[in-house]
């Protein structure tokens, strides 16, 4: 409507302007690779292409966002940074079915969830993807903490022979 402003979304790949970067960005996302549409809104990486690039980019950062180290896996599709029997479930209740819908089990935003779907989600079965943590100093084994005790004793003993 006239005098209607409609602002951009502030957070990276928020596709639906809620905020937070969840399931329902990414299917959106999968509805647009598999539907072929080209929606400049979609296109991540900027070359005009609606794509598997878009998504690769999308799970990275979506992860990051979410305090994960390491982009989301393919066939995790509820977002938990690890792929088990909820990820199995949705996608068995939506095998052979024309969807294009992450949360759906279609990994490959092709429209429907079939045995490339599967696959992908076997190859990462029971895998896990790190949070993301606070940087924090290594703490040296307790073998460590005993070497720097006994080393410089050791040192010192041998150096009084000479």
Not at 2 to 10: D, I, P, T
Not at 59 to 83: K, R, S, Y
Not at 93 to 120: H, I, P
């Amino acid at each position: 409507s006239a005098g209607e402003v409609r602002l951009l979304s502030v957070v990276w790949g928020d596709f639906d302007d809620n905020g937070i970067v969840d399931s329902a960005d990414v299917d959106a996302l999968v509805s647009g690779i598999a539907l072929g549409g080209n929606s400049p809104h979609l296109d991540l990486s900027g070359d005009g292409k609606v794509n598997d690039v878009d998504l690769e980019q999308w799970l990275a950062a979506a992860a990051a966002q979410n305090g994960f180290a390491e982009p989301f896996l393919l066939g995790d599709t509820n977002l938990d940074g690890v792929v088990n029997l909820a990820d199995l479930n949705n996608l068995a209740v939506n095998w052979q079915r024309n969807v294009t819908s992450w949360s759906a089990g279609d990994f490959t935003a092709d429209g429907v969830v079939d045995a490339a779907d599967l696959n992908a989600l076997t190859l990462n079965w029971r895998q896990s993807i790190p949070t993301a943590s606070v940087t924090s100093a290594p703490v040296p084994e307790p073998s460590t903490w005993l070497l720097m005790l006994v080393g410089p004793a050791m040192f010192y003993r041998q150096s009084r022979r000479c």
